[in-house]
């Protein structure tokens, strides 16, 4: 593993069992690094399994044969409950659907994770109206999902994925429910995030305009890594 690397899977394999009795080989032996401050796009057709590598690489997954190591620690050191502190305190999640719950409001929403986590109420609070100032939407803490717009709601699922400040940002198609236009209003909150907190991002898309704006593009096919554009001869 480099120096500056905070993820690397090597040789990881991931079988499901399918509808029809049949094994699904979704992952088939995938290495993959990734430097602290990348930004990179993960593409391929649906079912290639990019989703399955990022939720293994998350450690939301478990895998079958291989090891993943994230910031010079192999997960399959950690317990269960490690794993999940460690998430906690060091990634943060951004997804198609939002996953903001509708009966809280966005502030409530963002800070809930911290709350979990054991942070008092008074800093939560404080964190989260930061985090949904730095997304712009220090207005709207007080409105519900219901109340925003789906590029708002976006940005209030990346502000609750940035508070804590993680080394590491997992997205999973976080513009496929938006238009063109706040699609890349999200990915120039993306970038600008990247650029100003060194942070690492992974994003899962079928956009081509979307991975273009990253660092590389890890194409995938039928659980392998067909092409890295990062690698250059």
Not at 56 to 66: A, H, R
Not at 94 to 119: R, W
Not at 173 to 184: I, N, R, V
Not at 193 to 222: L, P, W, Y
Request: include cysteine.
């Amino acid at each position: 593993m480099k120096a500056d690397s905070i993820i690397e899977a090597r040789s990881v394999q991931k079988t499901y069992a399918g509808g029809t009795g049949n094994p699904v080989h979704a992952l088939r032996g995938v290495d993959l690094e990734v430097g602290r401050g990348e930004l990179i796009s993960i593409m391929g057709a649906s079912g290639c399994g990019k989703t399955t590598l990022l939720n293994c690489l998350s450690g939301l997954d478990s895998i079958d044969s291989g090891e993943i190591v994230i910031g010079g620690v192999p997960l399959s050191s950690m317990s269960d409950n490690e794993r999940t502190d460690y998430r906690a305190a060091n990634m943060g999640f951004v997804f198609q659907l939002y996953n903001l719950l509708p009966v809280l409001t966005s502030v409530e929403n963002v800070e809930l994770p911290m709350l979990i986590s054991g942070t008092g109420a008074g800093l939560a609070r404080k964190k989260a109206m930061e985090a949904l100032d730095q997304v712009g939407l220090g207005e709207r803490g007080g409105h519900r999902p219901a109340e925003l717009s789906g590029g708002q709601r976006q940005r209030v699922t990346i502000a609750r994925a940035l508070v804590n400040e993680p080394s590491i940002v997992w997205a999973d198609e976080p513009t496929g429910d938006l238009d063109s236009e706040t699609a890349h209003e999200i990915m120039d909150l993306i970038l600008r995030m990247n650029a100003e907190k060194n942070q690492t991002f992974v994003i899962v898309t079928h956009a081509m305009d979307v991975a273009e704006r990253t660092d590389g593009i890890v194409s995938m096919k039928d659980g392998v890594i067909v092409e890295d554009t990062r690698i250059r001869s």
